[in-house]
């Protein structure tokens, strides 16, 4: 192949590629048909697997780490590409969590019956083939591929290209273990090439794969909605906001605005805008901000609030805007409950949101206006997370309002059909 | 305008197509927040309008029906477009039990607690804008803006270009009615142009457009899917299919396959495709082929089938593909249920299909196996529609398998979102 084109390198993927999905398509339809019990039994051993192989993926790791410090990659993406024993271990118990879930495939949704006898049924279907794409993140290899096996769908998984061994590793204990459980083995499987044409040819092969599931930075999830020729599970950004509302108790509304924030601050429910209502702000903003300062955090606030709290940069119109994923937090001062809904829906991502009050009738308000796929009262943004819904694992939260919206976990993944039972009705 | 370039042209529709596309969404935000009780009323007000304008409903269908004569569409298209004082009223009618529907919005559909005392509560909510592209059938006009409302979604209507003058006056009863009620004249709009440009600037609006409906040929469909950069429910043809399994009851069988076929051959649940197994093909094909023929129906079978029945066309591979919409029946003899299930799932359009027989254990296994939006053991595949699920009105039966699968209701025309209620819990 060295000597190839790159028409003819182009096209070699585009085979490659369409020859996985055609092999996904053909495994999803043979586990939709599977028994719970096999699926089960598959990520169990699985989990086995990975615990079995530990040192073997634990040298596949090291040749990636190897390619990510030569290619200069930053401390950070290097911490979330590292597999130690103890990160294996935990990657072994996740797969053993989510086989232990519900299986959500089979189960009715819904039933009724209809004036001329017909018994209908709403019941629950997989997907069928689910593309994940996403970063230099071993472990989302292991939780995504058991997510959506769980729920009866085949996987095509495309990681960053630095974490190509550690993640065909990791695939190889699915796949063995889908083969022990007599299930097809092609029901996960990874895109083998570091070659990024790879991720257009997965997006244009809407023959084969049902949804695509992008989870990343803004530049790959625009990349993945301009180009993809399926449904996509739109995982944009966290522009999560706290409103502490004039109602608010000062205890909670300090020890929400310190957790939402703080936390940890690279999740997407982690709060990035903090907005004050005036009539508390003098009393309450001063204490809030001395919590997130002493805790690290860096405030941008308006005039109103830099009034208040003289250790703070000016917040730009950008900067309500911006998700920072750090220790860094825009703070407003705003003039009631109908600003701060405003602001919430014009700046914010539709993700998480939430309101500290004692103010019932403030809250309701807050909780119907704002369009947001989880809208919380006196609780933490941080509590966006599919395992703190009681979902157990989630493949991400989707800001999209199709299909699924918030947590997207293994009944998520799941589509439905309408089972109708008659006795030999026509229609007249 | 007369002398504009088609560039400029092109530029100044799409100009107007953004401007309703930022008008509906203001309206959306709007009506999401509305008193249902003010929905019902805009919705009871503009039937009672639909009533007084009658006669100007029919005047402007006859200047849409001057146009498509001179353009010289088919007889069949003439009378979908054609609008008569008995039809106005079945409009009218069908508005009203739209009114009438249980409003969607707001309905908590699951609700859990969590150990740290979370309450969690799934609510639906409208999808925001609600694009409808369509033939031109100046019902579809009304009933699919009634549904979207019904739903709190703003509609922008974009039917077929012959019906331009009907679908005005119809849009203007609703927005008239939305404007007596309170609530913004802007949640119905539709697209004053017969250019084509407008839908591709329609499909190309992802800002302020949340997901488009396509309903029409497969030409249209087709260019949706491929310029769509927003969600689009799928509403692909109904290839349906009707199998007579070898335990099969004979009546039901005879009823079944002709109801199936014959009651009305152009909606999407019609049969066309008869799959007999070769078990009772002999005993049964010859009656019921004799009752199709008898009804007007064409039969085009495979080599066994026409054995049995020497009045038939022989079927080609295209047959097997094709949705006839027309009295025309594909026939084939199949070696049993394996072969049916793959017959229909490699050949059909996953939209509805029916299983005939008195065996349980058969049934059963068709109705798991058959990847298709509804199926119906025992039943006419004509009952696939909103109205006999007990949904109320649909704005079609979606095939693919993201959000709304099968009928698309005012249920299905809405999103959910989370509502997080605490205490001041902050996530350890």
Tied chains: 1, 2.
Aim: glycine share 8%; proline share 4%.
């Amino acid at each position: 192949m060295e000597d190839a084109t790159p028409d003819a390198a182009a096209a070699a993927i585009e085979t490659e590629v369409r020859a996985i999905g055609r092999r996904a398509k053909a495994a999803a339809h043979a586990l939709s048909l599977a028994d719970p019990a096999a699926k089960t039994q598959a990520l169990h051993r699985a989990a086995a697997l990975v615990r079995e192989r530990s040192a073997d993926i634990r040298a596949a790791n090291e040749r990636d780490m190897e390619f990510a410090r030569a290619k200069g990659l930053s401390e950070a993406m290097l911490d979330r590409l590292l597999l130690t024993a103890e990160r294996i271990e935990s990657v072994a118990a996740a797969v053993e969590a989510t086989a232990d879930l519900p299986d959500p495939v089979g189960v009715v949704t819904d039933a009724w019956d209809r004036p001329n006898g017909l018994k209908i049924e709403r019941v629950r279907t997989p997907l069928g083939v689910v593309g994940v794409i996403y970063e230099s993140r071993p472990n989302v290899t292991a939780d995504a591929g058991a997510l959506c096996l769980k729920a009866g769908n085949a996987a095509i998984l495309r990681g960053g290209s630095e974490s190509l061994n550690s993640s065909a590793a990791l695939v190889a204990c699915l796949s063995d273990a889908l083969q022990e459980a007599g299930l097809p083995a092609d029901a996960v499987q990874m895109i083998p090439t570091r070659d990024r044409a790879a991720v257009g040819a997965l997006l244009r092969m809407s023959d084969w794969v049902d949804v695509i599931v992008p989870r990343g930075g803004k530049s790959l999830i625009e990349r993945v909605q301009r180009e993809a020729r399926m449904p996509v599970f739109a995982h944009l950004e966290g522009l999560c906001h706290v409103y502490l509302h004039e109602g608010a108790d000062p205890r909670k509304a300090r020890e929400i605005a310190l957790n939402a924030k703080m936390r940890r601050t690279g999740v997407c429910g982690a709060a990035e805008t903090l907005l004050v209502d005036r009539a508390i702000a003098g009393d309450l903003l001063p204490a809030v901000a001395a919590d997130l300062i002493a805790a690290g955090c860096e405030l941008r606030g308006d005039a109103a609030a830099r009034a208040l709290v003289p250790d703070m940069q000016a917040a730009s119109e950008q900067d309500w805007f911006t998700e920072y994923l750090a220790p860094i937090l825009s703070v407003r001062v705003v003039d009631g409950l109908s600003q701060a809904i405003e602001h919430v829906n014009h700046y914010g991502s539709h993700h998480t949101d939430s309101i500290v009050t004692e103010d019932a009738t403030a809250a309701e308000a807050f909780l119907k206006q704002v369009d947001s796929a989880i809208v919380i009262h006196n609780a933490s943004t941080q509590f966006a997370d599919g395992g703190e819904f009681g979902m157990g694992a989630e493949i991400g939260i989707s800001t999209g309002r199709m299909h699924a919206r918030g947590p997207v976990g293994a009944e998520q993944l799941c589509s439905f059909k309408y089972r109708v039972r008659g006795a030999g009705q026509t229609r007249p």
